[in-house]
Antibody, heavy 118, light 108 residues
Framework: QVQLEQSGPEVKKPGASVKVSCKTS????????INWVRQAPGQGLEWMGW????????NYAQKLQGRVTMTRDTSTSTAYMELRSLRSDDTAVYYC???????????WGQGTLVTVSS | EIVLTQSPATLSLSPGQRATLSCGAS???????LAWYQQKPGLAPRLLIY???SRATGIPDRFSGSGSGTDFTLTISRLEPEDFAVYYC?????????FGQGTRLEIK
């Protein structure tokens, strides 16, 4: 069965960076893109960007351009999201999600809580 | 960026009733690239509907999606107790995907 397993919770200070991993299994990794979505406490969903698992092409949300980098390792079927220059309003649960065909997300990771606090 | 506006913000209904949730787009969506998700507390969202009206795998047929252009609807024909949750629409017709702010469906 398709599974997306994310790395554990992180606590970071303002200005630091965080890198979250998303290890996939149960399907051919290179056939589906991976998206990252975050959710601040008590708030809605915010799309962060997409990476092609096939060739590594990326498309980031304009709001996060310059602060976010998405990568993937095809040898381990794992996607990564790094966010730099963290601020308190980056505190959120970060999800990876598999793209089914064209931008709809059919499988999600369990979420990774990133807390930014001094 | 395409802004999605969901209404109402909160919907209070009883089990067995029909729920109608709306999602309006600030610009016409190219193709039919609109999805609906259900989210329960502490869990990741679950895909319900994609391409406006296609049900995702394992989704009961009481869930249906419709609409075109800038106006879209998620209908739950007869509410079950497990349907009370937050619902989000999402567009993927532009290169910058966006979500609506959500509709909370609560038990009356």
């Amino acid at each position: 069965q398709v599974q997306l397993e994310q790395s554990g919770p992180e606590v970071k200070k303002p200005g630091a960076s965080v890198k979250v991993s998303c290890k996939t299994s149960g399907y051919t990794f290179t056939k589906h893109g991976i998206n990252w979505v975050r959710q601040a406490p008590g708030q809605g969903l915010e799309w962060m960007g997409w990476i092609s698992a096939f060739n590594g092409n990326t498309n980031y949300a304009q709001k996060l351009q310059g602060r976010v980098t998405m990568t993937r390792d095809t040898s381990t079927s794992t996607a990564y999201m790094e966010l730099r220059s963290l601020r308190s309003d980056d505190t959120a649960v970060y999800y990876c999600a598999r793209e089914k065909y064209s931008g709809e997300f059919d499988y999600w990771g369990q979420g990774t809580l990133v807390t930014v606090s001094s | 960026e395409i802004v999605l506006t969901q209404s109402p913000a909160t919907l209070s209904l009883s089990p067995g009733q029909r729920a109608t949730l709306s999602c309006g787009a600030s610009q016409r969506l190219s193709s039919s690239y609109l999805a609906w998700y259900q989210q329960k507390p502490g869990l990741a969202p679950r895909l319900l509907i994609y391409d406006v009206s296609s049900r995702a795998t394992g989704i009961p047929d009481r869930f249906s999606g419709s609409g075109s252009g800038t106006d879209f609807t998620l209908t739950i024909s007869r509410l079950e107790p497990e349907d009370f949750a937050v619902y989000y629409c999402q567009q993927y017709g532009s290169s910058q995907y966006t979500f609506g702010q959500g509709t909370r469906l609560e038990i009356k």
